[in-house]
C-alpha cells in the first residue's frame, strides 16, 4: 500500500476513522496536527465529507477514501482493506455516527490496538431503541470520548463503567474574532447557523425539535432580523423559503467556509442555541438533547457574539455559568429576554478556556495513557 511507505518509523502513528467526517473531527485534527511526535492517517469517504478536509489537514496527514456502507459485503472489504495497516498503527480514534465500522474495526485491531471510541451522538438515546453496534462498539473500545458530562452517566448506567472522557467541540484559537461594538436597542439581528428540518418533508417527525420555524416567526414576531445559514438542502425546506418572501427581515444566507461563516456572524447580535419542543419528544431524546453542549454555541462565541439559549438545559447551564448571554423562557418575549439582562462576555476568557488546543492536550494524554 503506498500509505505504508509514506509512514514515519520514528512517531507515533494515529489512525483516525470517520466515515463522515465532519466539523468536529475536523476541529480535532487540525490541533492534533501541532504534535510533532503523531503521524496522522484519516479513513473517510472523501467523494461526499472530503469539504471538511482543510488545506491544513491535506497538507499534513495521509487521507484514505473508502465508501463506507452498512451492507456485509462493504464491511467485509473495509475489514480485509485496514488489515494491511495492523501492524503500522499505534492507537486509533473511531468517530461516530453510524456505529458499524467501529466493530469491524474492532474485530481487526481489538486486543492488538488501543481504540478510542468518540461518541458525537448516542444513537440509542436519540431514538430511544437498542442499537447493537452502538453498544458492541461502547463495551469493547478502550476509553470513551463524550460531547458533554452528563452523557457519561448515561453510558455508564447502560453499558456499564468505562474510561470515559469528555472532549468538547470548540474551535480553534485561530478562529477567534473581536466583537464588534453595536447598538443596544432594538430591532436586533439574531443568527442561527446548522441543521434543520422543514415538517413537510420528515416522516413521524423524527427531528421536530430541529424544526426552527415557529422561533424564527416568534422572533420576527417582535420585529427583529433572523439570519440563516444552514448546509440543509433548501429544496426541502419550501416553508422557509416562502417565510423569507412574506417577511424580508428574514433572510436565508448561501453556505460559507467555516472561516468567512465565523466572520459573518460576527457582524450580528446574538446566536441562537436549542431546539423546539412544541411537538411531543419521546423521554430518552428528551433527555438526549438537554444533554447536548453542541458545536454551534462555540462557535457564536469565538465569532464574538453572546448565545441566547432555548430548550436546551445544558447549553443553558454553561451559558449561564459562563456569563456568555441569555436564557430564553416561555414567561418572556425575545427582547425581554435580552433586554432585562446585562453582561458583558469577556470573550478573551472564553476563547482561551474552551478552546480546541486544550481540548486537544486532553486527547493526547488519553492516548498515552493507552500506548504501551
Excluded at 475536523?26 to 473517510?44: G, N
Aim: glycine share 4%; net charge positive.
Amino acid at each position: 500500500m503506498e500509505i505504508l511507505e509514506k509512514m514515519n518509523p520514528n512517531k507515533k502513528h494515529l489512525l483516525v476513522i470517520h466515515p463522515k467526517f465532519c466539523i468536529r473531527a475536523q476541529k480535532q485534527v487540525e490541533c492534533l496536527i501541532s504534535y510533532s511526535e503523531y503521524q496522522i492517517t484519516i479513513i473517510t469517504n472523501v467523494k461526499k465529507y472530503g469539504k471538511a478536509l482543510t488545506p491544513k489537514i491535506k497538507n499534513n496527514s495521509n487521507i484514505i477514501s473508502f465508501s463506507f456502507h452498512k451492507n456485509t459485503l462493504s464491511r467485509f472489504l473495509f475489514r480485509r482493506f485496514i488489515r494491511n495497516l495492523k501492524n503500522n498503527i499505534d492507537i486509533i480514534h473511531c468517530h461516530n455516527e453510524p456505529n458499524y465500522h467501529v466493530v469491524d474495526t474492532y474485530r481487526v485491531f481489538g486486543g492488538v490496538v488501543p481504540i478510542v471510541y468518540d461518541i458525537h451522538d448516542f444513537s440509542s438515546m436519540r431514538s430511544g431503541k437498542p442499537d447493537l453496534f452502538e453498544e458492541n462498539a461502547y463495551k469493547n473500545s478502550d476509553a470513551i470520548i463524550h460531547v458533554s458530562d452528563k452523557f457519561i452517566d448515561y453510558g455508564n448506567n447502560k453499558y456499564g463503567v468505562k474510561n470515559c472522557h469528555v472532549i468538547m467541540s470548540l474551535p480553534s484559537k485561530t478562529m477567534k474574532l473581536n466583537p464588534i461594538k453595536k447598538k443596544i436597542e432594538p430591532p436586533f439581528h439574531f443568527v442561527y447557523q446548522g441543521g434543520i428540518i422543514d415538517s413537510e418533508f420528515e416522516k413521524k417527525d423524527l427531528f421536530s425539535y430541529r424544526n426552527y420555524l415557529p422561533i424564527f416567526k416568534e422572533i420576527l414576531s417582535e420585529n427583529h432580523f433572523v439570519h440563516l445559514y444552514s448546509n440543509s438542502p433548501m429544496e426541502r425546506l419550501p416553508n422557509y423559503q416562502l417565510l423569507a418572501k412574506e417577511n424580508k427581515q428574514f433572510i436565508i444566507h448561501e453556505k460559507l467556509p467555516y472561516k468567512q461563516l465565523l466572520e459573518e456572524i460576527n457582524k450580528y447580535n446574538f446566536g441562537i442555541v436549542g431546539f423546539n419542543f412544541t411537538n411531543n419528544i419521546e423521554n430518552e431524546k428528551y433527555i438526549y438533547l438537554n444533554a447536548a453542549l453542541g458545536n454551534k454555541l462555540f462557535d457564536y462565541l469565538f465569532a464574538g457574539i453572546p448565545i441566547v439559549t432555548i430548550n436546551a438545559d445544558t447549553m443553558a447551564d454553561f451559558t449561564l455559568n459562563n456569563k456568555c448571554g441569555f436564557v430564553k423562557n416561555k414567561e418572556k418575549s425575545w427582547t425581554e429576554t435580552v433586554m432585562e439582562n446585562n453582561i458583558n462576555v469577556d470573550f478573551n476568557y472564553i476563547t482561551n478556556k474552551y478552546c480546541m488546543e486544550n481540548q486537544a492536550d486532553k486527547i493526547i494524554s488519553i492516548y498515552q495513557q493507552l500506548i504501551k
